[in-house]
């Protein structure tokens, strides 16, 4: 099996969330079956959609692996449960969020996993830090590379 790319973006917005941040990244560094090529500055955004909650701060990686899509989200699953992610309202505030944007060009539309992240696009908080480290890389689905859908959304 080849290596794939995979970008994931990391989001935090209660407790020390750059600690919350650096402890996700240890752990998905941890993982012998990852590894970690590049990781963007932490920005500091405002939420998007849900009820009223504090700021984010937010990152990319962008790491190689041969784990199937599936299997990596129930590894993301996993931390986040490890950090002390609770489940609760939609969109509501979280100790830390791990969503896969993009594996490869591959496409996935599972009951519980959409690749590439359905609403990436639509999102400054991911295409900013994505855009730092990787401008280049192509939307499989929209076909534009990532620093001209960030220019699209300001």
Not at 1 to 9: A, E, N, P, S
Not at 97 to 104: N, T, V
Not at 115 to 137: A, G, K, N, Q, T
Request: overall charge negative; aromatic content about 4%.
């Amino acid at each position: 099996m080849t290596m794939t790319k995979v970008y994931i973006g990391l989001g935090s917005n209660l407790g020390n969330r750059e600690e919350n941040l650096v402890s996700a990244i240890s752990r998905i560094d941890a993982c012998d079956e990852l590894c970690i090529i590049s990781k963007s500055g932490f920005h500091e955004t405002k939420p998007v959609g849900g009820p009223p909650q504090p700021d984010y701060v937010n990152c990319v990686i962008e790491l190689e692996t041969e784990i199937e899509p599936q299997t990596l989200l129930g590894m993301f699953k996993k931390i986040e449960i490890e950090l002390g992610r609770k489940s609760g309202v939609r969109w509501g505030p979280r100790i830390i969020d791990l969503d896969i944007l993009l594996y490869g060009d591959r496409v996935v539309n599972d009951h519980n996993l959409k690749i590439p992240h359905e609403r990436m696009h639509e999102r400054i908080f991911v295409l900013e830090p994505l855009c730092e480290i990787s401008p280049d890389i192509t939307h499989p689905v929209l076909r534009k590379n990532i620093s001209e859908l960030l220019k699209e959304l300001r």
